[in-house]
Structures are given as structure tokens and as C-alpha cells.
């Protein structure tokens, strides 16, 4: 039996801890041991980018990290920017904007585009373009994503 | 449009609502296959597969997996003689006495943890008699070729399918028609070419997901990330030897489909599994790497075409033989190549043309159904030469089409009088959006631009009669409750179901549910979520529910007013009368009914409005020339031209503007519309320029994200146009037709007719990566 490890770190502003295996990956404890399903898993290999979420404000693939690495630190999932009653304004214009179609990207173009946005409150198309060329999408062309963001960023800016 | 027929589309039938259950899309509260919480009593599986591409099973011995701690089943081929299989059952659950594919599932094993499931395996010893490989159908149709399947001649099969025993053909569409050697001599300028086009995968970016669980009663329920709930619960009852009604299954959320979550593939071996776990659910979550194997992939095709116009440019003949690649099961695939078989000219009237469509086994992954069903493959060879036709004979690439495109009235290639279709309309459309005939000038000395059009048609591929049911309810509160069987993949189906719901009872759209997720045990029959079919067919069933429940509400509502019904509507949920002006809200209505005018007792109660929806007309095609009366229900029609600038030092293709116009019959949702368009657009020029399944000897070479690479944002052109076209299908709900799979179906042809038009290289096999276009230059001389 491995020796488990005692973790503790801050998910969406609420603090856990929880004996865990060392080898478990970010992604899986966010799913399995927190339940929190949000975060999606298309790839388990860096690539996809659907497993996108804020470590300590950073944009980092949970499938690449162990849980141990975010010992002590802040996580921010998808379930912790906006609620079905307050959605977050980039949340809202993916939403409104046809920013999505299966959705299972969808979480994780919007943990990317969380930072970003606060970086770059006016970006240009390419600027945008570039912020989201590692998340896939095989639904939209993308086209679609790219207005939700502008139309994200508008909102921001308001 | 007119405004007459506009008056009569009701709200919010043309409007761009937005998608219903997008909330739980970006909060995270979506529920997806893996998502669903099943506790500790979940087991996991992992599956052995070949690693040979074929070969004879001598032995398995499971002996010490089975005794290793926390292992709970091993299942091998042995367990399940049955057969399963769309259109031809040709394959088991785990495979039995052979293998026929690098992947192909030899055992399963359940365990208490990943991990474990993994070390069983190791565990496991399997002894093969490796067998000469098939790796090209061209070579597998040989009659020399080593046999895949030489139980061939003992399977069951659909009665429009022709295989050929003792062959590796599974399937041989014919098509005659005309006089083909005769008419070559009328020809002024003749065209010859082959083309290849590799195998692809569909690339859902969620990956297979089941669980399955058998309980004591012998009850199955199956949890999938599905297209197809009842056609899996069909055939996994088929291959289990169990009726359909013990077998359920659940089909939550599911992220990207584009037919490979069709048909049944990976879910039938966890339930297979999940037989000896004594009532344990277990799960099968593929990985990437099993993604491009495990689940379908798009078939290969070797296609030759031959085609001449006459000095009018109209086109006189055409022979074509497509080969295609169908792996080692065609049991989906065989309708494939019968699609190709049908619509084998492309979108032209062609007097007289030859055409054979052979499916062929080979020790590839499975072919299955793939976003268009065989027409991007074989539109990517057929449009290219259409457009060197033009060339040759010194018309220009938009005439040509317009000159011998299909229209209104005219004889399809299997002598179908072709219904009303706004081809014209879209090919006119998309020349004048791109500037067709203007070249504009190269970003860089080194940059060379070009542009190229492509057309097509599809129609729904389906047996004649894929059915859809619905039903609708309506609660206390005004709410209608909409049952169906078919799935929103992303494509938008629940939203358009709800608007033509609405439309037809006569309730605003907010206020319209879907009842999801689909569960065979309660909702409706549907056949599958394929063949761009669900907005036609399954619309129709639900408009025939909805006009059900209307009828019962007006019905009673006359009753208990004393009025004739001709002078009742229903109106944004309020019943009106237009001679009494009396008015009252549906919801007051439909649960408990009204008192009699005289007040002695009640009349009416729940409401439930039933429909169907089946094609009755679809006849059957002469084995031997393809002809008969209809062949299919109906052909999406639609034309794309794009914008191209390739880099003369390195070969490098970008597509700088892509607009499609395609003929909906009417756009139920444009804004879905649209979205459709531009996904079909980005997926089909990924396919053009990255995509390809690298196949070395039986193995595939490149089966990760980082080998196998998909457009990015900023691959994909910021400059995409969509034109949607209307000319109504005369049995669509509100003259609707599919567009699901139609946009990436001429996408390739267009970049390749693009780059020619660039640079003068025809490219007769994609993806034209860097390097190939730039050797393809260097060959003729262009570059040094
Ligand atoms: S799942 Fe982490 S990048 Fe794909
Ligand atoms: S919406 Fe389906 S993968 Fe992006």
C-alpha cells in the first residue's frame, strides 16, 4: 500500500483536505475525490486543454499535475466562476454568443480566457485567436468562440 | 422570400433562439457520461487488445489474472458466440477464434481499481498464429487476397446489402445506367484520375464513456456517451440473445459525436463485462490512444473516376470505382459504401454512367459512420475532376456546375425525378461571395493565391424505415414536457425540437422542456441520431405531437364553450376564441379539464399529445443497375468556395476565407444553422490539411493528440460566411431538411481546387500537409 499523503489546498475559495495517493492527478481528485465534474478530461496528455483550470490564478492542465503539486495552494474550477443565477460575464457570453455546441470543451476555454481577459481587457481577434490555440473544439470552427470572447470582454469592460 | 409565406411560419419557427441546457454547459453542471456518480460499488475495466493486424487466437489463459486480488471478472470471446452488426453481423462482442486489427478487443477484465485491471492484464497470456495481413482494399478485393471473414456467406445481412462469399467484398453496389462506351466517343474532353484518401477518427473531445450493470433479475441498463440509445438496445439485445426490454440504456450529455458514438461499438464490451459482476457496475472510459481504435473510424478510399463533357461543357459520362477500406468489421460501413453507390455522380445529371462501390474487408480498425457517411471521401476525388473537366474544356469551374448540377425535376443517377433544390441558388451564392474570378494579390512575394469551389449533396443514409416517435404532455403550470429518443450532441436538436413544439401548440418557447436524458425505458423510439436526420424526421414526430395535444385542448375547449373549434387557437399558452373573444390560460386546462357548460360534472383531463413520423415511399434499387423509383427520402444540396494562399518555400496551405450556402428548406434556427456550417467547415479543412490515421503495416503510427493533430483557432479561417438557402422539402416540418453533416462534405475538393488554382499541382490524396504540397511543387517544377 502506498503511503498516502495529506493534502490540503483551497478549491473555489473553500478549503479541503484529504488523504490522497501521490501519484492521483489534479483532474481526478477535482472529479472523483471532490466530485466537482466540471472540469472535463478529453485527453490525459497535455494536448486538448479541456482540463484547464486557475492554479493560483495560472491556467494549468489538471491531467499534466498530481493533487500533491497544488498542496497549499488556491484552485479555481469552473463550478467556481459563476453560478446558473450569477454567471460569470465570460460565462454568459458563451452562453448568449453560441460560444459552445457539446459543451465538453467549454470549461476549459473558459478557465483560459479567465486570466486573459483580465490581462487583456480590449483584445484584438488575433489576440484572442492565439490566448485560445491550445484548447480543441471539435464542434464549433470556432468562429463562434471567438465572438463569445469579444462579446466577453465587452461585458468586462462595462 | 415572400411575405405570404412568411405569414405563415409561425413564431419561433426562423428564430435564432438560444440553446436550451447551454446554463448547465458553462457552469459545469452538465452531467456527462463519467460525471455520473455510481459509489464504491463501481468497478473498472480494461480491455486486451491484438496486437497483431491478423491472426489466429491458439490460446488464452486468464488463470493468474483471475486469482489476482481485487480482479472480479475476466471475459474473453469464449463467453459470447453472438453476433452483432448494423447492416451485417459480422462481428462478436470480444473476438473468438481471430483477430483482424492492431486493437481489435480480445478480453476484458473488471477490477476494483484501474490499476489492477491494468496488472491482470499483464497477467494474461494469449498465443497467436500471426496470418498474411490485408492492408489496401484494392488489393483486398483480389480474389487471391488472404480471406478476413470466410464466414462471409453465413451472416446475416440487410436485403439491400451484396456481399460476395469467398471474396472480401462485403458489399457490391452496381450502377448502370445509359450507355457508357458509347458515349466516351461524344465526349470532347475526357478526365481520368485516382485518388486515395486515408483513414481519419472522428475525435469527439470527450472520449467513449459506459457503465453497465446486470442485475439479479437479468435486467441490463447501459449508461453511454450515445447517439443511439434504442439502436444500441436493438442490437446489444441481438448479439446477447436477451429480448430489447431487458435492456436499457441511458444516454446523458455527450461531448461531440460526428457517428462515432453510432451504432454500438466499446459499450457492447462492458456489458459484456459487467455479466459476471455479480450486479457491480462497471465502467469503460477509452483512452485517446484506444479512441483511435477501439471506437469506428472513417473507412479508406481508393477512387477512380472518368468522366467527359462535350464542347457545351455539359457532362455526358461518368465511371467510377470506389474502393473502400472498411477495416475488419463492415457492419456499419457496408451502408457506406451502398450511399456512395447511390449518389456515386456527385450532384449532376449524368446520362449514362458506370459506377461499382465495393466494400472490402481489410486489418484496419473498423470503419463506421463518419460525419457525411462516405461523401466527403467521395467528393474529394469527384470534384477535383469535375473541375479539371472545366479547365480542360475551357469553361469555367462555376459554369460547369451550374450547367450540369441536379435540378428540380430531373433524373437522378438511380432514376429518382429530383425534388425542388436551391443547388443553383447556392452555387451562384458562393461565386459572388468569394468574388469568383478576381484574384487578389499574394501577402507575400513568396505567397501565391488561389480560389476553388466545390459542390455536393447528400441524402439521409438509413433502411427505408427509420422511425421517429414523440409525445407531449402538458403540466399544471403550462409547462409542455416533450418526450423523444433522439440526442442533442451539440447540434442543437433539443432547442429545434422545442421551438417546432411550440410553434405548432402555440406556446411561447420558454416555456417548452425536453424531457432528457433519453432513457429507453421511458422515452420514445427513435431510430438513431445520425444521417442529419433528427430535424426532419424526428420534427415531424414532434410537430405530430404537439398538433395531437392541440387537438385535444381545442377540442374540449369547444365542448365546454359550445364553439365550433374552426374558431379557437391557442396563442402564446391562452386559448382564444375568435367569435366569443373568450380567453383562458392552457395551463387551467390540461391537468384537470373544464366543467360541462351546464355544470353537471367535468369534461376533459391530462393531456398527452403522441406522434410518429416513418417514410412510407422509399422503394428498393435493382441489384444490378442501381435503378428504381426512390431511392432515398430526399438530397441536402450545397456548395462552398474558398480562398486559399500556399507559401512557396514551404508548401504551407491557408485557407483564408471558407463560404458555404447550403439549401435547408427552411432554417428552423439559423443561428444553429450557422454554428453547423462552420463546424462542418473547420472539421472537413482539418481533414484537408492535418488529418490522417498513419497506417504502417497494420499500425497505426500517430494515435495521440500530439502525432494526430486537429485545427486550432488559428488554423481555422477568421473570415467564414454562411448562406442558408430555402427551398422547402415538401414532408419536412416547415419544408426543413438536414445540414448536420452536409458542410464538410465538399470542403476538401474546394481547398484542393483552390490550391491548383494557386499554384497549377492537382493533389490526389489529403491531408496536403507542407511537405506533400511542397514536393508536389517541386515535382512540377514550380519551386526549385
Ligand atoms: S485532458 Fe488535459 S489537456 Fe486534454
Ligand atoms: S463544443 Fe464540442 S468540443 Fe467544443
Partial sequence: ?158 | MTTEIKERIPSPIGESKPRLENDQKVTGAAIFADDIQFGNSLLYARIMHSPHPHALIKSIDTSKAEALPGVKAVVTGADFPGYLGLYLQDRHIFCRDRVRYVGDPVLGVAATSEEIAVKALDLIDVEYEVLEPVLNAEEGAKPDAPLIHPDLGNYKVANFIFPQPGTNISNHFKLRKGDVDGAWEKCSTIVERKFWVPHIQHVPIEPHTAIAQWDETGEITLWASSQSPFAQRNLLAQALGVSQSSVRVIAPKIGGGFGCKAGISMEALVVAIASKTNGRPVKLLLTREEEFHTAFVRQELIAYYKMGCDENGKILAMENTYYWGGGASTEYGVNVTRAAGYSCTGPYEVPNVKADSLCVYTNHPVGGAYRGFGMPEMHTGLEQCVDELAYKAGIDPVDIRSINCVKEGCETVTGFKMHPTGLSQCIEETAKAIQWGQKSPASAPNKRRGKGTAIMWKAPAMPPNAGSSAWVELAEDGTVNVGLGGQDLGQGAFTVMAQMAAAALGVPYESVRISSPVDTRYSPYEWQTVASRLTWSMGNAVVAAATDARRQVLDLVSEAWDEDPEDLDIRDGIVVSYKSEQEQPIKDIVVYGLPKPDDQGWLGGPIIGRGKFMPSYVTGLDAETGQGTRSVVHYTTGSQSVEVEVDLDTGCVEVLRGVSAFDVGRAINPALVEAQIEGGFVQGMSSALFEEMIMVDGFMQNPSFVDYRIATTTDAPSDLQSIIVEVPQDDGPWGARGIGEHPMVPTVAAIANAIYDAVGIRMMSPPFSAEKVYLAMLEAGIVE
Fill in chain 1, 1 to 158: 500500500m502506498t503511503k498516502l499523503f495529506k493534502l490540503s489546498l483551497t478549491v473555489n475559495g473553500n478549503p479541503y483536505e484529504r488523504q490522497i495517493e501521490p501519484r492521483l492527478l489534479l483532474s481526478d481528485f477535482l472529479r472523483h475525490e471532490l466530485g466537482m465534474t466540471g472540469t472535463h478530461v478529453g485527453c490525459e496528455h497535455g494536448v486538448c486543454g479541456a482540463c484547464t483550470v486557475l492554479l493560483n490564478g495560472d491556467p494549468v492542465r489538471s491531467c499534466l499535475m498530481f493533487a500533491v503539486q497544488a498542496h497549499g495552494h488556491e484552485v479555481l474550477t469552473v463550478e467556481g466562476l459563476g453560478t446558473i443565477d450569477d454567471l460569470h460575464p465570460i460565462q454568459q457570453a458563451f452562453w448568449e454568443a453560441h460560444g459552445l455546441q457539446c459543451g465538453f470543451c467549454t470549461p476549459g476555454f473558459l478557465t483560459t480566457l479567465v486570466p486573459f481577459l483580465e490581462e487583456n481587457p480590449d483584445p484584438s481577434e488575433e489576440e484572442i485567436r492565439v490566448a485560445i490555440s491550445g484548447n480543441l473544439c471539435r464542434c464549433t470552427g470556432y468562429q463562434h468562440i471567438v465572438e463569445a470572447v469579444q462579446l466577453a470582454a465587452e461585458k468586462m469592460r462595462a
